[in-house]
C-alpha cells in the first residue's frame, strides 16, 4: 500500500540546533497514524514541515507516492493536507458557521452566500455525527472544549482534505469529551481520510490507531502497527528509542 503521505530521510535545524535528522514518516488513507514522542522529540517539527511552515533542509515528502514541494501553507492546503493545532485558532466572537469559513468565505456576487455557508456547514457538521451543538449559527464562544475541537477538525475536512492533522487534540479534554472526540477521529479515517494523531496519551493511542511512529530525539525511533505492540513497548520506544524486542527492521514492523 502506498502512503497518502511519507516523508524520507528529513533533516531540519533552527540555526545550529538540529532537530529532525533523516525522518521517515508514513501515513496511509482510511487509516489513524498516532506520532508520539516526548517533549521537544520533534512532532511539531515534522508537521510544521509537511504543512509547509517550516521549509526542509535535505529530504523529500511524497504525496500519493509522488514528490512533493511544499514550500506555504498554501501548498499543503493545495495538497488536501490539513492541520489543527492544539490552540485550535477559533475565533471565539464568531459563529461556527464564520469559523469554518474564516479567510474562505463564498460569495454570491458581492454578498456573502450565508445560506450556501450554513447548509455546507451543516452538511459536514452531519456527516461526521457531529450532534453536539444546538445550533451553528452559535458563538464559538459559547461551546464547550469537546465542542471546539469538532468544530476546528470539521473545519479542516471542509476543504477536500486528505491528510488531517490533529495536535493534542484531547489534551484539555475530560472523559466524556476525549471519547466523543476520539470517536470523531475515528470517523474521519473510516470516511478514508489519512489521520494523523499527535498525542502524549497512551490510552488515545491504543484506543484509535492503526499505527504508531515514535520520534525519540528527533530521529524515528519506530513505525510499527499498534495491534503488534504493547503499552509498555511503545512508552520504551518513546523513553529510549530502543525496540527491544519488537524485531523491527528498519524501524519499522516486518
Ligand atoms: N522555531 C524554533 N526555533 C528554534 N528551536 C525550535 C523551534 N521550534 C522547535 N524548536 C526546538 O526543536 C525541538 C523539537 O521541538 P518540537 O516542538 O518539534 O517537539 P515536540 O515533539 O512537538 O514537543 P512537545 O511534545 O513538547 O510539543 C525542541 O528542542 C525545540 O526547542
Redesign the pocket.
Known sequence: MTPLLETRGIDKS??P?K?LHKVEFSAYAGEVTALV??????????V?CVGGI?PIDAGAIYFDGRQVQVNSPRDAGDLGIEIVYQDLALCDNLDIVQNMFLGRERRNGLLLDEAGMEELAERTLSSLSVRTVKSIRQQVSSLSGGQRQTVAIAKAVLWNSKVVILDEPTAALGVAQTAQVLELVRRLADTGLAVVL?S?NMNDVFAVSDRIAA?YL?RTAAQVRTADVTHAQVVELITSGRSGDLGLKNGVTP
Do not use: C, E, Q, R
Open positions: 533552527f540555526g540546533v532537530v514522542g516526548d517533549n521537544g522529540a520533534g512532532k511539531s517539527t515534522l510544521k517550516h499527535i502524549h520520534l528527533g
